[in-house]
């Protein structure tokens, strides 16, 4: 066996006989011994706060109130897990749930935490709601609604218009209006009373039998907001056509419905707006 | 001098000899090497912990078999004795505290249920505390054995332990018990515990609780 030289930074090593023996300077003393056996790195700060984290954890464990243990024993029994693997769950914040004997369920803040962000591969936008798309669940903006509502029909007569000609409904009752949206001083529009944010539904059905197409078209402030294309084919029962908008509104903002028909003159019956708002 | 049982740097060389030398083992490996004067620092927290190392050797010593068990359970089967982990965890909550108040007299083991309460009060004798223990209900297949107390004198953890250690333990609910041979006058440190059958015939402890209260003058 070759008796080497030392090597590296180690001060104080004398020749020694690499695996086997190693002689060096101890204290002061001389000292001869084996060579040391490979050691690990020694633990990281982090590993050695979590390793007392889970001592002191086990230690409270054993102090929790007796009915929550016995509750934990029955609720591990027949598994591989401890009772104690249920505590040390719920001070690490990860014990799913508590199913309490009242039937509340009291979930922890790490559950609320987690599922939240994976609800955030959905949508992350403050305000959105989740709505079931037709593939997937969507983000959409949210609507609190149902604080303030209205549905205006008009009752009267079927409105008439000539061919191509915008004509404007007008309404005349209303079933339901929280908040002033409607009147007969105006009684073609939806005015808003308060800012916020609204859903509406614009809907008309142009009678007549025939091969035709219409426009319902909603207007906001005078100006055209939106339209939805409709079309009849050859149906004696006439065609409806609906509109929804979700809107931010402001105070005093108004809404009109409009229609238009292609091509021949029409009548227009079970014209309604149904509104609703968080305002 | 040294102990050889097998050649010179084998497992079996252990000792010095004379003091010239020193045949040991460093974490696993032999190794010999010159006598040298062991260093010694002696600063404060090192003398502290000494103190209250000793103190708690001593108190296990004049601990009686009810406390030595409930250790020894939770030793079993593990790389460790019951004094070990009696001394090593107590050394870890008395180390520079004033008082006994944090002993821990009963590690649990187990999973023995801790008592719902425990209130620790004068006696109407001299020398003595009476304890009042009050035990959860027993898990389905769980028979309480009997709840256990112990009383000693507080002290500071830095020092030569000072007293004796009064034990008592009551087999049949409701768990009333009464330390005795306690000093008179002196405030004490009560710690209770519960020792539960559990289905397979096994014991298990609970951890113990604490209390203080002055011996009947």
Redesign the interface.
């Known amino acids: 066996m070759a008796v080497l030289p030392p090597k590296g930074k180690t001060v104080d090593r004398r020749p020694s006989m690499k695996g086997k023996?190693m002689q060096d300077v101890?204290?002061?003393?001389?000292?001869?011994?084996?060579w040391?056996?490979d050691r690990g790195k020694s633990l990281h700060p982090k590993t050695k706060e979590q390793m007392e984290w889970f001592r002191q954890a086990q230690?409270a464990t054993?102090?929790?109130d007796?009915?929550m243990?016995?509750s934990f024993?029955?609720a591990t029994a027949g598994t591989p897990l401890l009772?104690?693997d249920m505590a040390t769950m719920m001070f690490a914040g990860r014990l799913f749930m508590f199913d309490m004997l009242d039937g509340r369920k009291i979930y922890s803040v790490q559950v609320l935490k987690d599922v939240s962000e994976s609800l955030d591969v959905i949508s992350q936008t403050p305000g959105f709601q989740l709505v079931r798309g037709p593939v997937y669940w969507e983000g959409v903006q949210r609507i609190v609604g149902g604080r303030i509502g209205a549905i205006v029909t008009r009752t009267a007569a079927s409105a008439s218009f000539a061919s191509n000609a915008t004509g404007t409904i007008i309404f005349t009752a209303e079933t339901i209006d929280q908040g002033a949206f409607w009147s007969l001083a105006a009684p073609t529009r939806i005015i808003i009373p308060q800012a916020g944010w609204y859903n509406f539904t614009f809907e008309s059905t142009r009678s007549g039998t025939g091969n035709f197409s219409f426009d319902l078209l909603v207007w906001k402030n005078g100006v055209l907001f939106t339209s939805q294309r409709g079309a009849n084919l050859n149906s004696s029962a006439g065609a409806m056509a609906r509109a929804s908008i979700i809107d931010f509104c402001a105070a005093g903002d108004y809404y009109e419905l409009k229609v238009v028909s292609y091509g021949a003159a029409a009548t227009w019956s079970a014209s309604k707006v149904v509104v609703v708002g968080n305002a | 001098m040294a102990k050889l049982t097998g050649p010179l740097?084998s497992f079996g060389a252990r000792g010095s000899l004379g003091k010239t030398m020193v045949i040991s083992k460093?974490?696993?490996?032999?190794?010999?090497?010159?006598?040298?004067v062991p260093?010694n620092p002696q600063t404060a927290a090192q003398q502290q912990v000494r103190t209250t190392f000793a103190l708690l050797r001593e108190m296990w010593k004049l601990a009686p078999a009810q406390l030595q068990d409930a250790w020894n359970a939770f030793a079993s089967g593990r790389p460790f004795t019951g004094m070990n982990k009696e001394v090593g965890e107590n050394v870890r909550v008395l180390n520079g505290e004033a008082d006994m108040s944090n002993y821990i007299a009963s590690?649990?083991a187990g999973?023995g249920?801790?008592p719902?309460t425990m209130n620790a009060v004068t006696g109407v004798v001299a020398g003595t505390i009476d304890v009042t223990v009050t035990a959860?209900?027993a898990?389905s297949g769980w028979v309480l054995t009997k709840a256990v107390a112990i009383g000693f004198k507080d002290q500071d953890p830095a020092g030569i332990f000072d007293g004796t250690i009064s034990v008592v333990e009551d087999l049949v609910a409701p768990y009333v018990m009464t330390l005795t041979g306690l000093p008179a006058g002196e405030l004490c440190i009560v710690s209770a515990w519960l020792v539960w059958t559990k289905p397979d015939g096994k014991l298990a402890y609970?951890?113990s609780?604490n209390d203080s209260a002055v011996a009947d003058a």
């Open positions: 023996i101890s204290n002061g003393a001389e000292r001869s011994r084996a040391p056996r230690w054993k102090y929790m007796p009915k243990l016995v024993k029955e009772p104690r | 740097l460093w974490r696993g490996v032999p190794y010999a090497r010159s006598y040298v260093a590690p649990g999973g249920l801790v719902l959860p209900a898990p609970s951890v609780v």
